[in-house]
């Protein structure tokens, strides 16, 4: 069964700083899917950036960008820029074929202070 | 707008009692499922649905049940079998394959 290990419970950063979130996976897969998403204290679950893993290039969108390590099977979350907005939970998030057998972790609760 | 509507989004349930909780979506996706959330913990799969009249457990099944009559409309009713019910319940959606799950906004289930 694939896991999904997020290692930091919590986590805080300045506003305007950068902020990395960490995520390791385990799977004996080849091709799959990872995806970040942020819950806000309204608690909707929005995504925040996906990763095909037959994609060498790491998926960016605006201020959010990954670090897609296949072989250390690591797929961290980098913030930039972060905002007020930015305080949420985040979780890592790993898909085989389909979302029935998408897996999250735990969440990262990220505090971002002016 | 598309989305998905969930309600209520805070019940409450007494010792012995089956509760309902709905989700309804309007995005046409064929795939809808229902997730559960604890504190410290990420999401678990309860039950899925791919298409109407058929649906699969999750990792986590045990004292739910689910209905698909419509496409729209992937009820979840909590049993008294469920001994531990307190959480907050996702319901999402996508269409076939591996597009993004659209989430609802959830339902905080407490006992009384």
């Known amino acids: 069964a694939q896991t999904v290990t997020q290692s930091q419970p919590e986590m805080s950063v300045q506003e305007a700083e950068t902020v990395t979130l960490s995520c390791t996976y385990d799977t004996s897969e080849s091709n799959y899917y990872l995806f970040w998403y942020k819950q806000p204290p309204s608690r909707q679950m929005i995504l925040v950036i996906r990763?095909?893993?037959?994609?060498?290039q790491n998926a960016t969108e605006n201020r959010f960008s990954v670090n897609f390590q296949k072989a250390a099977k690591s797929f961290s979350l980098k913030i930039s820029d972060s905002q007020l907005g930015d305080t949420a939970m985040y979780f890592c998030a790993f898909m085989k074929h389909k979302m029935s057998d998408m897996r999250f972790g735990a969440g990262t609760r990220l505090t971002v202070k002016p | 707008d598309g989305g998905i509507t969930q309600s209520p989004k805070y019940l409450f349930r007494k010792e012995g009692q089956n509760v309902t909780l709905s989700c309804e979506q309007n995005?046409?996706?064929?795939?809808m499922y229902w997730y559960r959330q604890d504190p410290g913990q990420g999401l678990r799969l309860i039950y899925y649905s791919q298409i109407v009249n058929d649906f699969q457990k999750g990792d986590i099944a045990e004292g739910y049940s689910v209905s698909r009559e419509k496409k729209e409309s992937f009820p979840l009713t909590v049993t008294s079998a469920q001994k531990n019910p307190t959480a907050f319940y996702l319901c999402?959606?996508?269409?076939?394959?591996?597009?993004?799950?659209?989430f609802g906004d959830g339902t905080r289930l407490s006992i009384l």
């Open positions: 990763q095909e893993a037959y994609k060498q």
């Open positions: 999402a959606s996508d269409r076939e394959g591996n597009q993004p799950q659209h």
């Open positions: 995005l046409n996706h064929d795939a």
